[in-house]
């Protein structure tokens, strides 16, 4: 298997721009999350997904953020607009058989740049 | 709540070094427990775990024992090697159907 695919690994984009993260969890899997890590935070958790279903949300920073999962093979985290406070390695991470499954598979990652 | 608390980094050591990196934890109920590492470049992955008190979870030369008497779970290796070189994750889950909860990682540089 592939492992967890992230899109792009590499942003750079202005203030005030819309910016869409991807990911492509395990086959198979049935949980999904995404995090975001920074220096000043570590890693956050912002939201997950079971069988597509947003589970909790709870993370998420404000209403500018939005992440969406139409399938199983399939997620995007939103970003609109965007702020230079956002900027930050945001990591995608899948399992099998939900939280009890304690290993969790963690993408590249995607450095995105605000300025 | 749940939460985890490392010792802040870096840490520099030299080749061969003893290695300590100190985690505790604050939870209800009986969590398991877990260190991650992440390399230069990539995400996070399962270095070792332990999911009860005593235990012992060993990966790779490095080891933690699961100490419930001072709710910690320090992460120790031997002799460490400049490929150790990463950012190191001490995280919690407790029973129930729970996200894992991280510290804020603490970068291991080891230098020949």
């Known amino acids: 298997d592939a492992g967890v695919i992230q899109s792009p690994r590499h942003e750079v984009t202005e203030m005030g721009q819309e910016v869409t993260l991807r990911c492509k969890p395990i086959?198979?899997?049935?949980?999904l999350f995404w995090y975001r890590q920074t220096m000043m935070r570590g890693l956050e958790l912002l939201i997950y997904f079971n069988n597509n279903v947003p589970i909790d949300d709870s993370g998420m920073p404000e209403d500018r953020f939005s992440a969406k999962m139409p399938n199983a093979s399939f997620s995007t985290l939103k970003i609109q607009p965007s702020e230079p406070r956002d900027s930050a390695v945001y990591f995608c991470?899948?399992?099998?058989?939900?939280?009890?499954?304690?290993?969790?598979?963690f993408g590249s990652g995607t450095q995105l740049s605000v300025l | 709540g749940n939460s985890v608390t490392q010792m802040e980094g870096p840490v520099t050591l030299s080749e061969e070094a003893f290695l300590t990196i100190n985690c505790t934890y604050t939870a209800t109920g009986y969590p398991s427990l877990f260190w991650y590492v992440q390399y230069p470049g990539e995400g996070l992955q399962l270095l070792l775990k332990a999911t009860k008190a005593d235990d012992k979870g060993s990966n790779k030369g490095f080891e933690a024992t699961y100490r419930k008497e001072t709710t910690s779970f320090h992460l120790e290796k031997g002799s460490v090697q400049v490929s150790d070189s990463a950012v190191y994750f001490c995280?919690?889950?407790?029973?129930?159907?729970?996200?894992?909860?991280f510290g804020k990682g603490t970068r291991l540089s080891v230098i020949a």
């Open positions: 991470a899948s399992s099998l058989m939900g939280t009890t499954n304690e290993k969790l598979f």
């Open positions: 995280a919690l889950r407790n029973s129930g159907n729970t996200p894992l909860v």
């Open positions: 086959s198979g899997h049935d949980y």
